[in-house]
């Protein structure tokens, strides 16, 4: 089991909330499909309801940081407490790249592709690649070297007006990439 990953991606999940929204203490709410949680922990689960009950065994308290685990709609929601949210903005270091998307996407509501490239290639070599017909998103954005930064960006540069991006595990863009595919 790889406690590591998914207790990254939970900081970086709220660390992403905490730079879009600001911070508040208060709690969260990750959702988490099933086949995410199985891609984190390395693990081959196939019933929600022994996923969370991996996860309250393993992970009701995170460095000293109390944790919730319950079915939504298919789904695992992950509470973390005020603490939690606290533990993030004041110990876990900004990520510069990420703290940069967001202002440009904030300061430019439609941006373009090559805005968006040229600020990956300023923090490293990256990958982009055009999304196939019938996809939600128009390309992918991704660096070669995932110590940089290694979520893979879709981004859809006409939403009501707005470039967005959704981030997502290798192996959820994957996934989505071959629904789209199919």
């Known amino acids: 089991m790889n406690k590591k990953r998914l207790i990254k991606n939970i900081v970086d999940q709220v660390m992403e909330a905490q730079l879009k929204l600001g911070y508040a203490r208060e709690s969260l709410e990750l959702y988490y499909p099933l086949s995410s949680l199985n891609a984190l ?9 022994k996923m969370r009950d991996l996860l309250v065994r393993e ?3 995170i460095q000293g940081i109390p944790m919730k685990f319950t079915i939504h709609a298919g789904r695992i929601a992950v509470g973390i407490g ?6 993030v903005h004041e110990k876990v270091p900004v990520p510069a790249f990420l703290k940069e998307l967001i202002a440009l996407m904030g300061d430019h509501c439609a941006c373009s592709l090559e805005e ?20 939600d998103f128009d390309a992918v954005l991704f660096f070669e070297d995932p110590s940089v930064d290694e979520y893979y960006y879709c ?23 071959s629904e789209v595919v199919r």
Do not use: N, W
């Not at 968006?116 to 996809?135: D, N, Q, T, W």
């Open 116 to 135: 968006i490239r040229a600020l990956f290639e300023h923090y490293g070599k990256c990958c982009m690649e055009k999304m196939p017909e019938g996809s």
């Open 59 to 61: 992970y009701s308290d």
């Open 155 to 177: 981004i859809k540069t006409e939403e009501m007006g707005h470039t967005i991006y959704h981030r997502f595990i290798r192996e959820d863009y994957l996934e989505i990439r």
């Open 82 to 87: 005020p603490q939690g949210a606290e533990y």
């Open 41 to 49: 922990l390395e693990t081959e689960i196939t019933d929600v309801p």
